[in-house]
Every structure is written in structure tokens, then in C-alpha cells.
């Protein structure tokens, strides 16, 4: 079945610093979305890449759909403790089933 | 979103009990899904329905049932609870409109723990 895996699973940055999390996917993706889940809270819809290779920014955020439509990236710069949360990328599988990563989870050091 | 409704928000029970999950939504969507939350594992699909008349299954509904009473209504069934069904449960719903590239809108979350 498609797998959806994200890395890393875990990573602490001090306030300021950048940090990229990456999503792949065992098959092609004909979109793929990307949700944030603060702690003790539910997953919320950031933004949706279709085309190969795009790029789409919100703020201090990118997010990157690769060429081959198989993977994904975010990153955020200069990263601030409103960025604290689990981050999970999602795609369609045949039939509209969506498939949510693993997910990564930041931490920000103040 | 205060539109995604879920009840209970917290329960525990005891191995080998029924228990019904409920999720309600007032946005008019078509779509409603059952995710179940486990750490390092992400959201996993349990259970979906895109009307009133169609179910289908997930990646892991063995163990589960549901039900799609009305458009705003769909729950979730655990017919002899388990201590590994210990988890947090997300309902989501999406409008259909985007074929496979449907936004979800998430509940609350249900945290249900199996003793």
C-alpha cells in the first residue's frame, strides 16, 4: 500500500534557526497537503502544492513539491515558538483516500 | 474548527465494552472521515464516507463500524474495545468539491483510553 513517511521525527531548534521537515512517498502524488497540529490540538489545513516542482511561500514558511511529484519538503525560516506543533504531509491515494505522514515534531528552545 | 464537533471528548473504558464515538459538523460538507492518532505513527484512516449512503473501509477498520446517520452525522463504533485501540480519534469532513484534493477540517479530537 502507498506509505507516506516524513523526516525527522523529532527535531529541537533554538528560537531562530531554520528547520526543514521531508516527506516521501512510496508512489506519486497527485497533490499533496501539508497540516499543523499544536500540541493537545487537532490538524489544521496550511496549504496544497499540485504542479511539479512548485514552490509556494506563506510568511516565513516554503513549501516545495518535488519534480517527480514523490516527495515534499517545508521550511521554516527563523523559526519562532509559534511554530511549536506537529507537522504532517498528506496525499491522495486512488480512490480519495488521503494518507497523513508520520509527521514531525518541533520543538522550539527559546 | 468549532464547526467539527466530537463527543466524548475523553473516555475511558474497559476491554470488551461497546463504545460509540460521535462526530457532528455544521459545514455543510459531504465528506466525513474517522483518523485514529497514534505517537510516531500519524493520523490513520478508519473509516470513510463521501454521502449518506456510501462507507467505505480504511487502512485499518478492523475492530470498527460506523454509521452515517445524516449528512452532519457519523459514528464511530468500537464493538468490543480493546487496550490496543488506546488512542486519540480525529473526525475530519471535506467538501468533495476538490476531487482528490480535498481540504479536511478536523474535530476536537476524542481521547479514549481501553483498561
Known amino acids: 500500500g502507498q506509505q507516506v513517511m516524513q523526516i525527522p521525527q523529532y527535531q529541537h531548534v533554538q528560537e531562530g534557526e531554520d528547520f526543514t521537515t521531508y516527506c516521501n512517498s512510496s508512489?506519486?502524488?497527485?497533490?499533496i497537503q501539508w497540516y499543523k497540529q499544536r500540541p493537545g490540538g487537532h490538524p489544521v489545513f496550511l496549504i496544497q502544492?499540485?504542479?511539479?516542482?512548485e514552490v509556494k511561500k506563506q510568511k516565513r514558511l516554503t513549501f516545495q513539491f518535488g519534480e517527480a511529484k514523490k516527495n515534499s519538503s517545508l521550511h521554516i525560516t527563523a523559526t519562532q515558538t509559534t511554530d511549536v506543533g506537529t507537522y504532517f504531509c498528506?496525499?491522495?491515494?486512488?480512490?480519495?483516500?488521503?494518507?497523513f505522514g508520520t509527521g514531525t515534531s518541533l520543538t522550539v528552545i527559546p | 474548527d468549532a464547526d467539527v464537533t466530537q463527543t466524548p471528548r475523553n473516555r475511558i473504558t474497559k476491554t470488551g465494552k461497546r463504545i460509540m464515538l460521535e462526530c457532528s459538523q455544521t459545514?455543510?460538507?459531504?465528506?466525513m472521515y474517522w483518523y485514529r492518532q497514534d505517537p510516531g505513527l500519524g493520523l490513520q484512516l478508519i473509516y470513510y464516507?463521501?454521502?449518506?449512503?456510501?462507507?467505505n473501509k480504511g487502512e485499518i477498520s478492523d475492530g470498527y463500524s460506523v454509521s452515517r446517520q445524516a449528512q452532519a452525522k457519523f459514528s464511530l463504533s468500537l464493538e468490543s474495545a480493546i487496550p490496543n485501540q488506546t488512542a486519540l480519534y480525529f473526525c475530519?469532513?471535506?467538501?468533495?468539491?476538490?476531487?482528490?484534493?480535498?481540504?479536511?477540517?478536523f474535530g476536537p479530537g476524542t481521547r479514549l483510553t481501553v483498561l
Open positions: 475530519a469532513t471535506s467538501d468533495g468539491t476538490g476531487g482528490s484534493t480535498d481540504t479536511q477540517y
Open positions: 508512489t506519486t502524488l497527485s497533490n
Open positions: 502544492l499540485v504542479k511539479s516542482g
Open positions: 498528506a496525499g491522495p491515494s486512488t480512490g480519495n483516500q488521503f494518507y
Open positions: 459545514k455543510g460538507h459531504d465528506r
Open positions: 464516507s463521501f454521502d449518506v449512503k456510501d462507507i
